[in-house]
């Protein structure tokens, strides 16, 4: 996020979840609370875990890009929404004067695809932000640091209880708790070693494309090594939920 040349804006981590997300109550008030808590940002780059692509691309600057509407058997009413924001041409130069020189920008006509345009609709209802998405181009901890928002737990296919309030399965708690304390004790090299070092792999994340955004926010911090601020703990569908600023 960008403010003005005197408020550098923290970068955040953030358990976006799935569209039904949009109809919990709990959810909905901890990420409108985080936004509220934060300067108001004149710009905004996304980078969701459902957009995995080589080189680095951005999303169509132009304003009232359609969404894309990535998941299948849900409500109609999540296929009607919509995201209006304003034309982001002038982050998009931003962007691409901003990257490392063996870093390429691309320039797509993609939308803003639900990992965008969920906890948007939350943050930022009135849409009158300049937003951008950009895609990861590695799953690489490292250069994802250099470039440098995915639940912290993504188990999908192992989950056995599908109520909201369900208790997390020990894969899930086991993990979040172990990156819980990386964070606290700015570890990024264990935090990097997450396949081999986590518990609960690779049954938490079967699949690394909601975990690794971490590292591009963690790359984006004036110290890495310094504990970043969790904004929401806590569990949904068993599922961590938990969110990170750091500035």
């Not at 943050?123 to 932000?129: E, R, S, T």
């Not at 208790?167 to 979040?176: H, K, N, Y």
């Not at 990386?182 to 396949?195: C, I, M, P, Q, Y």
């Not at 890495?224 to 961590?240: C, M, N, Q, R």
């Amino acid at each position: 996020m960008t403010t003005d040349r005197t408020t550098k804006m923290p970068a955040l981590y953030i358990g976006h979840g799935a569209p039904m997300l949009l109809d919990d109550p709990l959810w909905t008030d901890q990420l409108a609370q985080v936004a509220r808590d934060l300067p108001r940002p004149k710009a905004i780059l996304i980078v969701s875990a459902h957009w995995e692509s080589a080189p680095v691309t951005l999303s169509n600057p132009s304003a009232n890009s359609p969404l894309v509407y990535d998941f299948n058997g849900f409500d109609r009413k999540f296929y009607e929404m919509s995201y209006n924001s304003p034309n982001a041409t002038a982050l998009a130069a931003k962007v691409a004067a901003l990257m490392p020189d063996n870093e390429s920008v691309h320039q797509s006509t993609r939308g803003l695809d639900h990992g965008a345009w969920v906890p948007l609709r939350v943050m930022y209802p009135d849409a009158d932000i300049p937003v951008l998405q950009m895609s990861m181009p590695t799953s690489d901890p490292y250069r994802l640091i250099e470039l440098g928002s995915g639940f912290m737990t993504h188990g999908l296919p192992y989950l056995r209880d599908w109520r909201v309030d369900a208790a997390a399965p020990t894969w899930s708690s086991d993990f979040d708790a172990w990156a819980a304390e990386a964070l606290a004790n700015g570890d990024v090299e264990t935090l990097s070693n997450f396949r081999t070092k986590a518990p609960g792999m690779p049954y938490a994340h079967p699949t690394v494309e909601h975990f690794t955004p971490l590292f591009i926010t963690l790359g984006a911090s004036a110290s890495i090594e310094e504990a970043p601020k969790t904004l929401i703990d806590g569990y949904f569908l068993g599922l961590s939920k938990r969110s990170i600023l750091v500035a």
